[in-house]
């Protein structure tokens, strides 16, 4: 979904989004939907809004696959190319983390939505808060069974350690 920049009217775009996508790493299982609008000031493109979509994950402690809705808040500010610097340097500001650049008429609102889905999914991906994971020795699923591994086991190269708590 391309944008002519130009061709943006003062009051601005309101677009509702309904797009099938694949965003890289992220496993999409249902459309991406949400509202965006899109305002030019000046040259700056800011676009607003929220996007939704069902996407299946790997839980980090179990490794079985679950699904979630990722619901995304857009809110980033577009500065034309042109005002880097020369040498292509530019020293983002901690208010600035939502500024980024475009080149040319033409944007491509996908290529946002796709980032902007990436960057929102969690670092640790878990199907429950209260998921057990998987015993680290014997591979049965915690969720399900419970084993009779002992886990007590200390590095031999921490043993030392282990003696001096005892003489103190």
Request: hydrophobic residues 35%; aromatic residues 4%.
């Amino acid at each position: 979904m391309k944008i002519v920049i130009s061709d943006i009217p003062d009051e601005g775009l309101e677009l509702e989004i309904d797009e099938a996508l694949s965003a890289g790493t992220v496993k999409l299982i249902s459309p991406v939907k949400g509202n965006l609008s899109v305002k030019k000031v000046g040259q700056e493109l800011i676009i607003q809004g929220e996007i939704t979509a069902k996407a299946e994950f790997e839980c980090s402690r179990c490794l079985k696959s679950y699904t979630d809705e990722i619901c995304v808040p857009v809110g980033v500010t577009y500065h034309p190319l042109e005002e880097l610097k020369p040498e292509g340097k530019y020293e983002v500001k901690e208010d600035e983390l939502d500024t980024d650049f475009y080149a040319g008429d033409e944007f491509d609102l996908l290529e946002l939505i796709k980032e902007q889905i990436v960057l929102n999914v969690p670092m640790k991906l878990l199907c429950s808060e209260a998921c057990k994971g998987i015993c680290p020795k014997c591979g049965t699923d915690l969720n399900i069974n419970k084993c009779n591994c002992s886990l007590t086991e200390v590095d031999s190269r921490l043993e030392i350690l282990k003696d001096l708590l005892r003489r103190e």
